[in-house]
């Protein structure tokens, strides 16, 4: 069975930062491509960042370049977002996920997704 949970979510003020961790099981995590989404209040779900299997590659919604890092452990079946410079905009339910089809950013579906955790930026 496959099982993602979230954690590190939070409410932060405007420039500061939070860790996004995933604890993942029940999957050959070390082989899977691994994402972070998001969705915002009446938006759609979008793809915050990609991770491939072995980490060497990874790719980022255009608006959180060079604000977050996705990594991962394949040791201990993690997956993590480092969220830097924290902006209202970035306030959404923060979804870990596996196997995501995505079109210009918008997730079309995933093969699964954890329960979610809040990020709230506001001062």
């Known amino acids: 069975q496959v099982q993602l949970v979230e954690s590190g979510g939070g409410l932060v003020q405007p420039g500061g930062s939070l860790r996004l961790a995933c604890a993942a099981s029940g999957f050959p995590f070390s082989d899977s491509n691994m994402s972070w989404v998001r969705q915002a209040p009446g938006k759609e779900l979008e793809r915050v960042a990609s991770?491939?299997?072995?980490?060497?590659?990874?790719s980022y919604l255009g608006s959180v370049k060079g604000r977050f890092a996705i990594s991962r452990d394949n040791a201990q079946s993690i997956l993590y977002l480092q969220m830097n410079n924290l902006k209202t905009e970035d306030t959404a339910i923060y979804y870990c996920a596996q196997a995501c089809t995505v079109a210009d950013d918008t997730v079309r579906r995933c093969d699964d997704r954890g329960q979610g955790t809040q990020v709230t930026v506001s001062s």
């Open positions: 991770i491939a299997p072995s980490g060497r590659g990874t």
